[in-house]
């Protein structure tokens, strides 16, 4: 039989382990809080940026199509996209509705379903890679690593929303 003294002590310890997982758990909490806000001021200066670019285009004559996916846009599945902060992601769009951003963990492309305005037709590009050498832009995403790829690619930029979405012509 235990004595009283070893009973208060495995029970303290048990409490000093249940504090401790507690204060875990409520740093977890705190960095995911962080993350979720950081993504939805994200969202709502998109909208924003959105709103204002529909008001300033509505006495303008310019071709514009409005639609859902990149995939619907480019018929390709992947390619480049590239923010008007100069925030690059190269991913595949496939199962993306709206613009591709990072999640708030930086694991993957995530679509927030946000409708797409593409503005006139796409323009030739004989060589992306000289192309964004000439454009600054902060790569956050390229799982595949295919960025050193495209010096001597050739491909389409489309005006999306936004931001400027190139599709290599050898790519899906």
């Known amino acids: 039989m235990k004595s009283a003294h070893q ?6 310890a048990a409490w000093l382990k249940w504090i401790k997982a507690q204060e875990e758990a409520a740093r977890a909490k ?3 809080d962080k993350a979720a806000f950081a993504m939805n ?13 529909r008001k300033t285009e509505k006495g303008k ?3 514009k199509r409005v639609m859902d996916t990149l995939q619907d846009i480019t018929g390709k599945e992947s390619g480049i996209v590239l923010y008007e902060g100069g925030d690059m992601l190269i991913c595949n769009w496939a199962s993306i509705s709206g613009l591709p951003r ?3 963990m930086g694991f993957a492309p995530l679509g927030l379903g946000d409708e797409l305005t593409v503005d006139d037709d796409p323009q030739y590009i004989p060589d992306i890679g000289a192309w964004l050498d000439d454009h600054y832009h902060n790569l956050i995403y390229d799982i595949n690593d295919d960025y050193p790829q495209l010096h001597g ?3 389409r930029i489309y005006k999306v929303s936004v931001a400027q ?3 290599p012509d050898t790519w899906n």
Do not use: Y
């Open 7 to 12: 009973m208060d002590r495995e029970m303290m």
């Open 61 to 63: 004559n310019m071709k």
């Open 41 to 53: 001021k994200h969202v709502e200066e998109h909208e924003a940026k959105e709103a204002a670019g």
């Open 102 to 104: 990072l999640d708030p």
């Open 153 to 155: 690619q050739s491909g």
């Open 30 to 32: 705190a960095e995911c």
């Open 165 to 167: 979405v190139i599709t």
